[in-house]
């Protein structure tokens, strides 16, 4: 059974950039047809795709935040990161990593999820 847990900052000042990783366990990020993916909820609204990467290392950004988002693994370490640049305080969420079926979808195991305010 999959288990995935983020971690990193709970703050992050505007125009900073906000790093996340995602601790992956019971499941390899190279398992075939695999992706692994970030989703964020902000306060009062509903969940947002963010990026997802592939088993391959193939990436796929949501096309409102391509601009300033980056997606990562390190297979050595089973993991997977996020970066998004000059974050502003609409950036704040609640971010999970998830394992989904297919790029772009939010559904499927995920984290716990991390609270991220972008504040000064």
């Known amino acids: 059974q999959v288990q995935l847990q983020e971690s990193g900052p709970g703050l992050v000042k505007p125009s900073q950039t906000l790093s996340l990783t995602c601790a992956v366990s019971?499941?390899?990020?190279?398992?075939?047809?695999?992706?692994w993916t970030w989703i964020r909820q902000p306060p009062g609204k509903g969940v947002e795709w963010v990026a997802t990467?592939?088993?391959?290392?193939?990436?796929f950004f949501s096309p409102t935040l391509r601009s300033r988002t980056s997606i990562a693994r390190d297979t050595t370490k089973n993991q997977f990161s996020l970066h998004l640049r000059s974050v502003t305080p609409e950036d704040t969420a609640v971010y999970y990593c998830?394992?989904?079926?297919?790029?772009?979808?939010?559904?499927?195991?995920r984290g716990q999820g991390t609270q991220v305010t972008v504040s000064s």
């Open positions: 990467i592939n088993h391959l290392g193939i990436t």
């Open positions: 998830v394992r989904g079926a297919n790029p772009g979808t939010t559904d499927g195991p």
């Open positions: 019971g499941d390899s990020i190279t398992t075939r047809n695999s992706f």
